[in-house]
């Protein structure tokens, strides 16, 4: 029997989103062609694969069983095609869609986007807002690289530690933190703002506060460090953020960074991806060079000047 070989891509993408339209837009077809491309394979195989249920779609027991193998040999197949194509950065035309924290954007996005540029000047970044820790546009390939501060759940997901940041207190000038020691009580005492996407009115400070018997007043919760610095500028609210990612911007606004009056436990910095990047060259790169980009926000005063990871081929 002769089966098109593409139709393995389509019923992984199929099996993947669960839809039709959704399978279609994942591979850049209309969905008739992949309503077509559902019927030749139901055909070969003898099975639905699809069935409607109310409004949407489900797959079969068969599709189920099958759909972690055909993954695999999609991944299979194109690791095979790709693995001997050379990396020629001059020529490379691709997106890249980079989907980082607010603040580490505002300290990184100009450099990343000007080595990508130099290296490879047809290569275009989407530099995407954080919606939060959803790991599917990962798997769905919306997104090629993200940040995050811990590590992802889901198997597929790669990490890689590329920085840990301490916490800092920032304060508007001349305000009453500034004046004497900050201790433990003082700091609990003052109005707080928390940095929070969902609104969260509390995070790990409190926890360890509360391990020591002091509980501070959150008043606000803001839903960007920048916003946040900007509160903490013109109010007494005092705004505990990480130290490196957030020096630009707390230097720009002229806010005073205190040391932490308690232990806290340091942020870890995670650049995250699907797996399906694993051996893809031109992604790697990226990799590397938003690691480079990144880690040199925690390097000492005296190297942040080191120049950034090039590739060979550049």
Known sequence: MQLDLNLLTALDALLEEGSVAGAAARLHVTPPAMSRSLGRIRKATGDQILVRTGRSMVATT???AMRAEVHALVQQAHHLLSAQ???????????????????LTAACGTALITAVHDQAPGVRLRLSAEPGSDDAELRRGEVDLASSSGTPALPDIRHRLVGSDRLVVAVRPGHP??????????????????????GSLRDPIDDALNARGHERRVVAAGPTADFALSLALDTDLVVTLPDAVTRSARERLGLVA??????????????????????DRAHTWLRELAAGTVQALFAPPGARQQPLPHHPGA
Do not use: K, M, N
């Not at 500034?178 to 703002?193: D, K, N, P, Q």
């Not at 942020?267 to 995250?272: D, E, G, K, R, T």
């Open 85 to 103: 194509q050379e990396l020629d950065l001059a020529a490379l035309d691709r997106v890249f869609t980079v989907r980082w924290h607010d603040a």
């Open 258 to 279: 205190l040391p932490a009056p308690l232990p806290l436990p340091e942020v870890p910095l995670y650049l995250l991806w699907h797996q399906r990047y694993d051996d």
């Open 177 to 198: 933190l500034t004046e004497g020691r900050l201790s433990v009580e003082r700091y609990a005492a003052a109005e707080h703002l928390t940095v929070s996407r969902r």
């Open 62 to 64: 068969r599709a189920l």
